[in-house]
């Protein structure tokens, strides 16, 4: 499964981004697609998760702030980010559960700044 994530960019806090991230590799159906983030000096951690039939997990620092969607038809994870902080700053990275493997995306620079 090769994961090629886009959308990240320079936006200014209150800002929106929209990041997507699609799968390859001659698969039919992802169990968990999701979006984690790391900062500077800090570890990976969670964003977002969604299941194969739209069950939805959010970290509490984003929560009625970001959306994770998907479309099962293009094995495509989608993360719209809103009321964007400067917290927010990370490389963002898709990740994908298939078979019990989990594979990550190279990753997409987001940054937050005035």
């Known amino acids: 499964v090769q994961l090629q994530a886009s959308g990240g960019g320079l936006v200014q806090p209150g800002g929106s981004l929209r990041l997507s991230c699609s799968a390859s590799g ?3 159906v992802i169990a968990i ?3 984690f983030r790391q900062a ?3 570890q990976r951690e969670l964003v977002a998760i969604i299941t194969y039939g739209s069950t939805t997990n959010y970290a509490d620092s984003v929560k009625g702030r970001f959306t994770i969607s998907r479309d099962n038809a293009k ?3 989608y993360l719209q980010m809103n009321s964007l ?3 927010d700053t990370a490389v963002y990275y898709c990740d994908a559960v298939h078979n ?3 594979y990550w ?3 997409t ?3 937050v700044s005035s």
């Open 33 to 35: 697609m999701g979006w």
């Open 85 to 87: 902080k400067p917290e």
């Open 26 to 28: 001659g698969i039919s």
């Open 40 to 42: 500077p000096g800090k």
């Open 109 to 111: 620079l987001v940054t």
């Open 105 to 107: 995306g190279q990753g």
């Open 75 to 77: 094995n495509t994870v």
């Open 100 to 102: 019990g493997r989990t």
